[in-house]
């Protein structure tokens, strides 16, 4: 048997008394990181990629799957092992730090004009920086507004919130009935969740992360924001377990019939339509986040991921190949519950719609208005920073004024 790194060379047969090999399966192994949770399910992950290795005999995929909170760690420190990945997952707030430090392969000549033409124009945002693509956008996502049908119509309340004060009276007239003693949910953990809370409440408050590369966040909508944040929390109107909660958290309270309302992403819609696991399949009602009146008719966070190739991989056209499969059309479309399409196309698609036309309906609205966060090779401290004051306003221990004041000194910019 001949052997070679990540390869093996199978099948030989005696011809005239000498060994001649008669069948060359070269199996190339990849390594892939990939999310446990939200968006796309493990067994969806794990799916698609038999469905490529069945495709594709000669390469192999290994999986691994590790909480959000610990992706970028993981991707970074396996770079300077000498071993790693071949694909890894990553966020839209990523792509900055990783071509500053060669952590990413600029894939800038593989994307194909009908790849650029197809994708929706805001899904490229995912993967670009400085010009550059640095991978195919894989999962197209924002925050959007759950609730909860059947409470509402036991309120009186005939339509959703329109703005985030409207909400904050349908929870109030909620809990003065009597029918939920905290009727909104969200994911104020001190972690990239509450970041993208936050984000959502500063695009509707029309607020500026940065200006001229500097903290802007302290000032206008960035200060609106969390001030409406700490209100909602002291107004005991928000689950006061929210300073904990990650979005799974969430998505178990709202399932439990415990949140009229609910910030999420869209995984929980058909989450929580299934009634193996919810309560209220059947009763879920979603729209795009909300906006403030004379400001914003909707709000946003951009919080869509890419799948790279590694600048450490050994096997990048192998990789890429895999990429490409991963973030077809074909593929997407199948697994459009979950996480939708970036393809434009598919959502004329019936596969696509049918059982999820009112989130759809959200979508269009809701991804099209979606706010990024900061674009800095310097993101991960700036959002601990934000992560802190958002923590220390909510306990009391800041106030919203001096917690951001205090988060632009030590962002890093």
């Not at 990181?33 to 490529?52: G, I, P």
């Not at 990553?90 to 500053?100: H, M, Q």
């Not at 959200?362 to 993101?379: F, Q």
Request: hydrophobic share 40%; aromatic share 10%.
């Amino acid at each position: 048997m001949l052997k070679s790194i990540g390869k093996t060379l199978l099948g030989a047969v005696f011809v005239g008394g000498l060994l001649v090999p008669h069948a060359f399966a070269e199996t190339t192994t990849l390594n892939a990181l990939f999310m446990a949770q939200a968006a796309y399910s493990e067994a969806d992950v794990r799916s698609m990629t038999e469905a490529f290795t069945k495709a594709n005999p000669d390469i192999k995929v290994n999986l691994e799957f590790v909480p959000y909170e610990g992706l970028h760690d993981k991707t970074v420190l396996a770079q300077g092992s000498g071993g790693g990945y071949d694909v890894v997952l990553f966020d839209v707030i990523w792509p900055a730090e990783y071509a500053t430090n060669k952590v990413l392969v600029d894939v800038s000549s593989k994307i194909t004009d009908d790849m650029k033409k197809g994708v929706l124009p805001g899904a490229w945002t995912t993967v670009q920086y400085d010009g550059k693509y640095y991978g195919m956008p894989w999962i197209l996502d924002t925050k959007y507004l759950f609730y909860n049908k059947e409470i509402l119509e036991k309120a009186g309340i005939k339509a959703p919130p329109k703005t985030w004060e409207e909400l904050g009276q349908q929870a109030k007239s909620i809990q003065d009935k009597g029918l939920l003693k905290t009727p909104i949910a969200w994911s104020w953990s001190q972690a990239e969740a509450a970041i993208c809370d936050y984000t959502t409440l500063v695009s509707a408050y029309g607020g500026d992360f940065l200006k001229d590369g500097k903290p802007d966040f302290q000032n206008g909508g960035g200060l609106s924001a969390l001030k409406y944040m700490v209100d909602s929390y002291k107004s005991g109107l928000t689950n006061p377990n929210s300073k904990e909660f990650l979005e799974e958290d969430v998505r178990k309270v709202f399932e439990n019939g415990d949140a009229a309302f609910a910030l999420n992403w869209t995984y929980m819609y058909n989450m929580a339509n299934d009634p193996k696991d919810s309560k209220v399949a059947g009763k879920v009602g979603v729209v795009p986040a909300p906006g403030v009146a004379g400001t914003s008719e909707v709000s946003a966070v951009n919080g869509s991921m890419g799948l790279g190739v590694t600048a450490v991989s050994k096997h990048q056209d192998e990789a890429w190949k895999y990429i490409e499969f991963m973030t077809s059309q074909a593929t997407q479309n199948q697994y459009a519950k979950l996480s939708l399409p970036i393809w434009a196309s598919s959502y004329d698609d019936p596969a696509v719609t049918k059982g999820q036309e009112e989130l759809i309906a959200a979508a269009k609205l809701g991804l099209a208005a979606m706010y990024p966060r900061p674009t800095t090779p310097k993101y991960q401290q700036l959002s601990t920073a934000l992560q802190q004051a958002i923590q220390e306003s909510l306990l009391g221990q800041a106030t919203p004024e001096d917690a951001l004041k205090t988060a632009a000194e030590n962002s890093g910019l």
